[in-house]
């Protein structure tokens, strides 16, 4: 008898961002001088807004008084953030949740890698190729079979629908790592797909703060049909830079079916037997987001992100190389003049002292891609690009 999951060995190698740090690290212990440029793993350099620092401390505080000491809270988030988080993030989109439909994580990593349990292991998946590796990996994980939907030039980096019936689908937008955003029309293709097949959709929104476009989805609940056959994943990490701090939320709405039973209910049994909930403090960090002068730092913070992607993107294009993304999100996505993207990265490292991350660590489809990340502090992008452009 196996006692030991046997599908960890479906997993090529160590997680993706893990691998990359590895190589960093033995590249800097064999060149100790090296001046290198971090615009690999997607994390943020701006410290927190001062709204949200002003908050976190007013918490911590509060824990240090007993008429203001909080001890376990809901698994399911404080009423507080949840409220703010449909007032702020759901209410100008002209979606109304319920309060039970948000439930507040410590990330979207978290959830999107254990909300795969509500499912059967026999459950077939269908994910973009490139991909957030942590979709595939936790599917395979539990031993489903996942199905790869080609994300090319070619079809904009919006991946056909699959031909066979799928389950589950995993969507993007803004995409990592394409850097690309899905239209209004082309999710709703998707939409229609999912209710004529059963499909239940699984939308990662983290990047939505970098649309610049109007026109483009902030949410997949402003879309026709969305509440029946979508869960939506979003992220203060990239949102407010909270990468550190941990926090997100997932929305599984009451509409929701899967063989004529709710997956809020099921959802809700998990967290509570699984998780007891994000710390208060930063329940209040995230709380004071959606501040009146939280919003206007944070969106200081997200144009200085987009001014990074925007130096990225036309230096990178006036240096001859043809670059898709980082107009509506953070990653840029450059289509490398070789196949190889893990050679490439070797140089980059080398020659530049850039680090990136390498498309082929996000799927097959991703090779002969290159992902960099607007994350970075601005003058040291501006020296990336500087750095790049020389290489020739
Ligand atoms: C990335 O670089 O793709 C992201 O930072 C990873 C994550 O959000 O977990």
């Given at each position: 008898m196996n006692r030991l999951n046997e599908n960890f060995s479906r997993l090529e190698g160590d997680y993706l961002f893990s691998e990359i740090a590895r190589k960093v690290e033995a590249y800097r212990r064999a060149h100790p001088r090296a001046d290198l440029i971090r615009l690999g793993i997607g994390d943020v350099t701006l410290p927190l807004a001062p709204t949200v620092i002003a908050a976190l401390h007013r918490a911590v505080d509060e824990m240090a008084r007993p008429e203001t000491f909080r001890g376990y809270g809901p698994e399911q988030g404080y009423a507080f953030l949840r409220e703010a988080i449909q007032q702020g993030e759901y209410a100008p989109r002209g979606v109304q949740l319920e309060p039970d439909e948000i439930f507040v994580s410590d990330g979207s990593k978290c959830d999107l890698g254990n909300l795969q349990e509500l499912f059967s292991p026999r459950c077939r998946v269908a994910i973009a190729d490139p991909v957030y590796p942590v979709y595939r990996d936790s599917n395979l994980m539990a031993g489903r079979e996942v199905l790869l939907l080609p994300a090319t030039r070619e079809n904009h980096f919006a991946p056909e629908l699959p031909t066979t019936p799928v389950d589950l689908l995993y969507l993007c937008s803004p995409n990592n790592p394409t850097g690309t955003a899905l239209t209004r029309e082309a999710l709703q293709r998707y939409l229609d797909y999912a209710r004529e097949h059963g499909t239940v959709i699984l939308y990662?929104?983290?990047?939505?703060?970098?649309?610049?476009?109007?026109?483009?989805?902030?949410?997949?609940?402003?879309?026709?049909?969305?509440r029946e056959v979508a869960i939506e994943f979003k992220s203060f990490s990239k949102a407010a830079g909270f990468t550190g701090l941990r926090c997100g939320f997932a929305v599984v709405p009451h509409a929701l079916k899967v063989d004529g039973q709710s997956l809020n209910p099921r959802w809700f049994r998990r967290q509570c037997t699984k998780f007891n909930g994000v710390a208060y403090p930063v329940q209040r960090a995230a709380e004071a987001v959606y501040s009146e002068t939280g919003r206007i730092e944070i969106a200081a913070q997200i144009a200085y992100y987009q001014e990074n992607a925007r130096l990225l993107r036309e230096g990178l294009q006036a240096a001859g190389y043809e670059v898709y993304g980082g107009e509506q999100a953070p990653y840029l996505w450059w289509k490398l003049p070789t196949a190889d993207s893990l050679a490439f990265f070797d140089r980059l490292l080398d020659k530049c002292g850039v680090i990136g991350t390498p498309g082929v660590g996000f799927g097959p489809h991703g090779e002969g891609y290159f992902r960099l990340t607007a994350f970075g502090d601005r003058e040291r992008t501006r020296e990336a690009v500087s750095r790049i452009a020389a290489l020739g």
């Open positions: 990662d929104s983290a990047y939505s703060s970098y649309l610049r476009d109007p026109e483009l989805p902030r949410s997949i609940y402003e879309l026709d049909g969305a």
